[in-house]
């Protein structure tokens, strides 16, 4: 545990019960593991060299080949509504309806936007979708080691497939669930896949999107996970999986870890109470690679 103690950027409200759930997730092995993580300012970073980084959804906003109609109408929707999502003052059933009305509005501006699905690999090429450092040697790893990984994000699916692609990200062991786009024979945007829309605060598994998944033969034995993310509703990205029951229902452990990357002190409490382990302003993949390794490798070398 001292690894993780004396890394500067970890926080923990209750180190000996992620001492117990670490544990307990190297006992059990690789064979019972899955993981399950956001992509935006998660595996994507928040900042880059000085400059805060967008998400998904921005690659449209920010990309020259965008009307400029789009662009203000997307840049007045991220002001109205952005800081509603990120108030540490609000809570979840107040941001909710305004969560809601943010995603449909942006989904109708991306509709009409006319942006071909041939324009989108360029598009991603020239973004700022920075992924956090070792994020593909992490999924590398899990992916030599057969651990599934959900990228569960309530952002755009198409550009976050693009971007685990061009990153050397998007392994055989990914699954992507996400809100994505379909597209016309002629490349225009058609519509949205589900007529659910994933936001922040439904990203759980009783969504309808996942059912498939967690009902799939390659997850049913798997009863821990390690959950990673960035807002606080990603707290519960696994809540309602059939095969992550935690005592007394089932045997699983589910470890939570946070980055906390803005608001540090206000946000920084409500942050414990959320997840095991906070890593504050920490732009890299080293603690949830460590804790893969370990999870793994530790186990084989306990069984030997
Ligand atoms: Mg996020």
């Not at 990603?234 to 699983?252: F, V």
């Amino acid at each position: 545990m001292e690894w993780l103690q004396d890394n500067p950027k970890v926080r923990m409200r209750d180190p000996a019960g992620v001492a117990k759930k670490i544990h307990k997730l190297i006992q059990d092995g690789p064979q019972k593991l899955q993981v399950v993580t956001d992509y935006d300012h998660t595996l994507a970073r928040s900042h880059y060299q000085g400059r805060p980084v967008g998400t998904s959804y921005c690659v449209f906003e920010a990309d020259e080949s965008v009307s400029e109609d789009y662009q203000t109408e997307a840049a007045r929707l991220k002001k109205k509504y952005l800081p509603i999502e990120f108030d540490p003052n609000l809570s979840e059933e107040e941001k909710i309806p305004h969560m809601i009305q943010w995603y449909a509005e942006s989904f109708d501006i991306i509709l009409s936007s006319g942006i071909n699905e041939n324009q989108l690999p360029a598009m991603v090429q020239r973004a700022d979708l920075h992924l956090r450092c070792r994020t593909p040697e992490c999924f590398e790893f899990l992916n030599q080691q057969k651990v599934p990984i959900l990228v569960y994000s309530a952002g755009l699916g198409n550009i976050i497939e693009l971007s685990l692609k061009q990153q050397n990200a998007m392994k055989g062991n990914v699954t992507i669930i996400a809100n994505f786009l379909v597209y016309k024979p002629d490349g225009t945007p058609l519509k949205f896949a589900s007529d659910s829309v994933l936001h922040s605060y439904n990203k759980n598994a009783s969504h309808p999107m996942t059912r498939d998944y967690y009902s799939s033969e390659k997850l049913q034995q798997r009863n821990n996970a390690i959950l990673i993310g960035d807002s606080l509703g990603d707290a519960s990205m696994t809540d309602g999986a059939p095969c992550l029951k935690p005592p007394p229902a089932g045997h699983s452990t589910v470890l939570r870890i946070g980055f906390l990357n803005r608001n540090f002190d206000a946000s920084l409490k409500r942050y414990l109470d959320a997840f095991d382990i906070v890593l504050v302003d920490d732009q890299t993949m080293d603690v949830p690679l460590e804790l893969f390794r370990r999870t793994c490798c530790d186990a084989i070398s306990s069984q030997t």
